[in-house]
């Protein structure tokens, strides 16, 4: 066990539709980092946030948002859905705002029919 | 133009053989690290080890070592007398400023009893 927490595990929902992937950080970790691995794309990184504010992003789409609450959690929504965002959502954890070599949680695959 | 590369898309090699994983980088930072993480067929990311630029210090982990060197920018991993449990998908990442890693496109280890 990690210690990264990610629900659901897994997820199936209709093109066009919104879901919300939510994640825990290991205790005392205060960065939470989003990850994309898909059949096409491989391992992408999405987003990062420190202690609630966003603090690098990457290859994440204007269609996904992200946030990081007063708890640490963060939630990862994805909205108006394509087939193509069907694939494997890691989320990472680290204490401070960079980290090199952070724990990944277990991820969340999300299949869209 | 890809950061990580991982030529060996898939690999097959026969119980207690020695297999090496090869990994190729690219960057012009004098400081950066670089990793390899480990996905069983389970999905979790495991990570192996971290190495940073300024150490060129070969590394053994029991059955695991790494090779890295920085004048051919490579990071090679070595599995000595694999073991049917070492079959997964194995990432080369590298990490310039902390927040993100850039991630090869994996190479898939299959060990045959």
């Known amino acids: 066990d990690s210690g990264v927490t990610q629900t659901p595990k897994h997820l199936i929902t209709a093109t066009g539709q919104r879901v919300t992937l939510r994640c825990s950080p290991r205790s005392g970790d205060l960065s939470v980092y989003w990850y994309q691995q898909s059949l096409d794309q491989g391992l992408q990184f999405l987003i990062q946030?420190?202690?609630?504010?966003?603090?690098a992003k990457g290859n994440i789409l204007e269609r996904f948002s992200a946030q990081q609450f007063p708890d640490l959690h963060s939630e990862l929504n994805l909205s108006s859905l394509e087939l193509g965002d069907s694939a494997l959502y890691f989320c990472?954890?680290?204490?401070?705002?960079?980290?090199?070599?952070?724990?990944f949680g277990s991820g969340t695959r999300l299949t869209v029919v | 133009a890809q950061k990580v590369t991982q030529a060996q898309t898939e690999i097959s090699v026969v119980e207690k053989e020695d297999v090496t994983l090869d990994c190729v980088y690219e960057?012009?930072?004098?400081?950066?690290?670089l990793f390899w993480y480990k996905q069983p067929p389970s999905g979790e990311l495991v990570f192996l080890i971290r190495?940073?630029?300024?150490?060129?210090q070969n590394e053994i982990s029991g059955r695991y070592s790494w090779n890295f060197q920085k004048s051919t920018s490579s990071f090679n991993f070595t599995i000595t007398a694999s073991q049917v449990v070492d079959s997964a998908v194995y990432f080369c990442a590298l990490s310039e400023t902390g927040n993100q890693f850039y991630f090869g496109t994996g190479t898939s280890l299959t060990v045959i009893p």
């Open positions: 946030y420190y202690n609630g504010e966003e603090r």
């Open positions: 990472a954890s680290s204490v401070g705002h960079r980290n090199y070599g952070y724990t």
């Open positions: 960057t012009r930072d004098t400081t950066y690290y």
């Open positions: 190495r940073n630029s300024f150490d060129e």
